[in-house]
């Protein structure tokens, strides 16, 4: 009997051994008969903004005319928005066909969770006719899952900070030089601006392997309308994510597409005018003017966020509702944005790798005004009446912004 969608998130959340190096992708991706090779791929990696830029690109392509499919993660709502084809998940019977084929495929070396989503958004994208695939890196670059043998069309790289520093290094250099792997084998490269130490590393690996990498200058931004930021290219304005990290980010995106018609591909201007549309889930999300979701959980994406939430909203009250993983720099995040907080709230939510709402708060504590509210909950609703008329910032990780939102909706008694 065929596999229920049930049967194949099961062996896609079964345990497995985590192995150094892409060996076991390969193979995998060999008994699947290769399938990454009948599409053009472009790689995106980095530390913040990898999905919007995959986003973008994925729009413009879509927009000049491309079946085109996108990889990219954490889910934040629901699994499948990790594997689109033209902005539309995979249906529950196509990812329950796509994985048990990857777990036939596998046979006894079963693959870890990313592996194995991985394999199956690419074999997705050949089951469907994709003629470009754009990748979204896991976490580095040379040894990510996504950097399956093959040419690739494009890669890029996003801005780059001290993340994961267990498993890519602790210096900028280290984790640069880590991302930079995804230039290998690739037509075109291109990088957002990097901070100093990045900009050396990178332009170190590049030259030492012969590959021209263009490092891409923001947008100008140009005020906000609803949700939506504005941003000036070709003398036109652009509607883009909020948030100023995305002024980057659409550059980037921009300039990956404008560079594949030198290679014989047709990417008119209006594809990247009508291709910027993306809106992807808690990334600076506002929802009825006053719960702003982000899903920033290191230092720079919190500066980052911090400095949007000031431009965007001047003058306005604002409340914290924070809640992080131990492993991050969680002290890095508060003392980026608890500056410009009237308040903070911290809680507890199931998962085995959140710090303690309590230990989070005794933090918070020496920076704002911060109360610990065990419950969820509870938390949102102490937030939301302690910022009136304000707003209330929900961030720290993506993984609870999901229940954030599903309890702003009972709470409000409305489908978002």
Not at 153 to 162: C, D, F, K, R, Y
């Amino acid at each position: 009997m065929a596999w229920t969608y049930s049967r194949a998130v099961e062996y896609a959340e079964g345990k497995a051994v985590s192995l150094p190096g892409l060996q076991r992708i390969n193979a995998l991706m060999k008994a699947l008969g290769d399938p990454q090779d009948r599409y053009l791929r472009v790689h995106v990696a980095g530390t913040n903004g990898k999905g919007s830029v995959s986003a973008y690109i994925a729009g413009i392509l879509t927009a000049a005319g491309y079946k085109t499919g996108r990889f990219s993660s954490p889910a934040v709502i629901d699994r499948k928005e990790c594997i689109t084809v033209d902005g539309e998940q995979i249906s529950e019977l196509e990812y329950a066909y796509c994985m048990e084929r990857v777990a036939a495929a596998s046979g006894e070396d079963r693959p870890t969770s990313f592996e194995a989503e991985t394999a199956a958004a690419l074999l997705y994208f050949a089951y469907k006719g994709c003629r470009f695939a754009v990748l979204e890196a896991g976490m580095g670059g040379a040894q990510d899952a996504t950097n399956v043998h093959g040419k690739k069309a494009a890669a890029a790289i996003t801005s780059v900070g001290l993340d994961h520093t267990e498993f890519l290094g602790d210096t900028l250099q280290k984790i640069t030089l880590a991302k930079a792997g995804i230039f290998d084998g690739a037509e075109q490269c291109y990088s957002a601006l990097q901070e100093k130490e990045s900009k050396s590393a990178l332009r170190a690996y590049c030259a030492e392997r012969g590959i021209k990498c263009a490092f891409v200058p923001p947008l100008k931004g140009a005020g906000y309308s609803g949700n939506r930021q504005l941003a000036v290219y070709g003398g036109r304005t652009l509607s883009i994510m909020p948030g100023i990290s995305q002024l980057a980010n659409a550059a980037l995106a921009i300039e990956v597409c404008k560079g594949l018609n030198s290679q014989g591909y047709c990417i008119p201007e209006g594809a990247i005018y009508g291709g910027l549309g993306a809106a992807l889930p808690c990334r600076q999300e506002l929802i009825d003017g006053k719960l702003l979701l982000d899903g920033a959980h290191n230092p720079q994406a919190a500066k980052e966020l911090a400095a949007s939430v000031e431009e965007r909203f001047p003058g306005v009250k604002k409340v914290a509702l924070v809640g992080v993983f131990a492993d991050k720099d969680y002290n890095g995040v508060l003392q980026a944005t608890l500056g410009a907080a009237d308040k903070a709230f911290t809680f507890d939510w199931d998962n085995k790798r959140a710090l303690s709402g309590k230990k989070l708060q005794e933090c918070a504590s020496k920076l704002c005004d911060t109360k610990y509210i065990p419950n969820i909950k509870d938390a949102l609703t102490a937030a939301l009446e302690a910022a009136g008329d304000g707003i209330v910032m929900a961030y720290g990780s993506f993984s609870h912004l999901k229940i954030i939102k599903s309890e702003y909706e009972k709470l409000t008694k409305r489908s978002l």
